[in-house]
């Protein structure tokens, strides 16, 4: 059997990237071969994200330019995985679209015998089952180096949140047992991993054997060499308080929440069927100020949603005041096939409406984050050291327990060592400081 080489792109979230991770595993069990380029692939395979109208088009144009390669190599495949593949099937697949596979984000098992099929005659291959059952706790994903890695507990999502495409293209909630997750972050520690990130579209869905989240968090802190816990992204509307405490009580849990509010309209986030209202959100955020000291919150808002009117995206800006956001993703609404939204509501706020509140949105941010991170000035902080800083080669990035980025000026620490660093100025989104004496920081294991 002859083992082709495959070259894989990744777009879009978290949950890609780990999906991506498990594709090398399951391909290289087949005796395929990863290549770092593509001129070198006997197949190219583009691991897809459906959110945004951007995502779309980034891998059209991408598959557009893998075009001349097709001249080159008659025989290359190309393939289209993840949500795009489960929401754009019929377009992916037309005549001269320039791919010759999709599979789904439950369908990677399959991967490997769509790929010698569509070689052999010649067609083209789908593989878009959804499955109520598959979460890969039986793969072994192949890691990035990196001091993070990323561990998805669940898979799916039951919300039907109405701009969300999500639960079409990834199926409903499923979740891993506490065992597996326990097993995978032992395994991450022994290749020297000191912080893993917990993946769900809806983490505080997690059950499994009666277990609940923070009952996944709490094991997850006990495993050695695992100095820090983060998770990504709850869901407002069933916020177990249980994880507030356990959040509180962990020095290795972080103190840092993810907490998409998307509008602050009542009427707007009626439409977004997001089931909470701007009072119970704000209530939220007061008991979780309350409950867990110095607590680093960030959320994600929508403008522009379809009906969105001048009085409702006030609503959102005052909110966006009240709450005052250490950092926040804000985006315009782009409509999405086949959503609550696309079949129920026009999309009738003009672009240049959108944009402009994004730009209002934006400056208010980044004003809020700046005074947020003026708090940290003269303050001395565990970083977590990733790496060289994009800007220069001759300063360090980390990331303080709050997931504020830290720059420094390069010294001996290593990525994954804990440095303690006197914050002297801020911006937005980064603190800046130098390394300081004085704070015992997590020993690197041997």
């Known amino acids: 059997m002859i083992a ?79 949500c795009m593949a489960q929401n754009l099937k019929d377009d992916l697949l037309r005549p001269h679209s320039g791919v010759d596979l999709i599979a789904g984000p439950d369908s990677y098992k399959r991967l490997p015998a769509l790929i010698r099929q569509v070689r052999e005659r010649g067609s083209t291959g789908m593989e878009i089952d959804l499955s109520e059952y598959e979460t890969y706790a039986d793969i072994v994903p192949e890691r990035v180096p990196g001091v993070n890695a990323w561990i998805a507990v669940m898979r799916g999502c039951d919300n039907f949140c109405s701009f969300c495409v999500v639960p079409y293209t990834r199926g409903r909630e499923r979740s891993r047992t506490v065992a597996s997750v326990v097993e995978e972050t032992r395994q991450l520690a022994d290749l020297g991993y000191r912080q893993v990130t917990l993946l769900g579209q809806n983490v505080n869905s997690y059950a499994s054997e009666g277990a609940d989240f923070a009952d996944l968090l709490v094991a997850i802190v006990e495993v050695p060499g695992i100095e820090r816990v983060r998770f990504t992204s709850p869901h407002p509307k069933d916020f177990p308080r249980r ?104 999309d009738d706020v003009p672009d240049a409406v959108k944009s402009a509140r994004l730009v209002q949105l934006n400056a208010l ?36 327990d709050g997931n504020q980025g830290v720059v420094f000026p390069k010294s001996t620490a290593r990525p994954g060592d804990f440095v303690p660093v006197t914050i002297t100025a801020v911006s937005a989104h980064t603190l800046l400081g130098h390394e300081a004496a004085g704070i015992s920081a997590p020993a690197r294991s041997a």
């Open 243 to 346: 994880l507030l405490h356990a959040l509180a009580g962990h020095r290795k849990l972080c103190k840092h929440i993810h907490l998409p509010v998307q509008s602050g309209s009542d009427r707007v986030l009626e439409r977004m069927r997001r089931t909470y209202s701007r009072d119970e959100y704000l209530d939220l955020v007061t008991e979780i100020r309350s409950t867990i000291s110095e607590v680093s919150l960030s959320t994600d808002v929508i403008v522009g949603f379809p009906g969105e009117t001048e009085s409702d995206f006030l609503a959102t800006v005052e909110l966006m005041e009240e709450v005052q956001f250490d950092s926040a993703f804000l985006f315009k609404y782009s409509e999405r096939r086949g959503t609550i939204a696309e079949r129920k509501y026009a």
């Open 365 to 400: 941010q980044k004003a809020a984050a700046t005074r947020r991170n003026q708090a940290w000035v003269g303050r001395t902080l565990p970083v977590l050291v990733e790496g060289p800083s994009r800007r220069s080669q001759d300063d360090c990035f980390g990331r303080a």
């Open 4 to 82: 082709l080489r495959v070259y894989l792109e990744t777009y879009g979230c978290q949950m890609n990237e780990y999906d991506s991770e498990l594709v090398r595993t399951i391909l290289r069990q087949d005796s395929f071969t990863i290549t770092e380029r593509a001129e070198n692939a006997d197949v190219v395979l583009l691991n897809t994200c459906a959110v945004r109208e951007h995502a779309y088009d980034k891998i059209y144009g991408r598959i557009g330019t893998l075009a001349p390669l097709r001249i080159q190599q008659p025989d290359l495949v190309v393939g289209v995985l993840g």
